[in-house]
């Protein structure tokens, strides 16, 4: 966007230094007015360039994370082993987290708990590189956005749990979450302190 803008700013500029030129009829030699011109134009059509490379390696790489993140193998096993305990739609406490991670239960309820926390990774990679730039939100919102945010929700409880010990931890995964989550359906987001953030659940003590 701001190459366009860029952009559009050199050529106004290049059009009424012309006009004025006209207008004041000032006399000057037409070849380095011809050349500052062309510098202008041809510097801006560079960034303008630029920024659609950049714009379409943001949308192919998003392409790539969503082909991965619907299709990939490996990532449909993380779905199946976290449901194994965890299943969709569910309030996940720490404590039945803790007590699944801890592997007391067997080893396939610490491969589910894993499982969870790699999905979440996932999703935190996904915020971080939206943040960036590197990826295009409004088609990551479309796609995603559903399966995130309930994700984020059955975890409300638990990924505070997480930022106990490093107030940093998802923290690009809640602001994405803020920005997407339908009010309606999800536990509200707030801030802390500048540099971290937690969840503030709604009073539910049947989900506690």
Known sequence: MRHVVLFVIGTGV???LVAWLIIANVHVAPQPVITAAAAVV???TFLLNTWQT???QR???TIRILLETRLSAEYRGLLSSRSKNFPAGTSISPKDFDLAHSGQCGPESKRSANSLVA???HYEFIAVAIDAGDLDEQ???RTVRGLMCNLVHDCRYLIPHFQSSNSRLYEALVDLFNRWRDPTVHDAIEQSAP???YFVP???PENR
Request: hydrophobic share 40%; net charge positive.
């Open 14 to 16: 290049v059009a009424a």
């Open 42 to 44: 041809g510097v801006v």
């Open 54 to 56: 950049q714009r379409h």
């Open 59 to 61: 949308k192919q790489h």
């Open 119 to 121: 999905i979440l990774n």
């Open 139 to 141: 088609m990551m919102r």
């Open 195 to 197: 540099k971290s953030r």
């Open 202 to 204: 709604s009073a539910r």
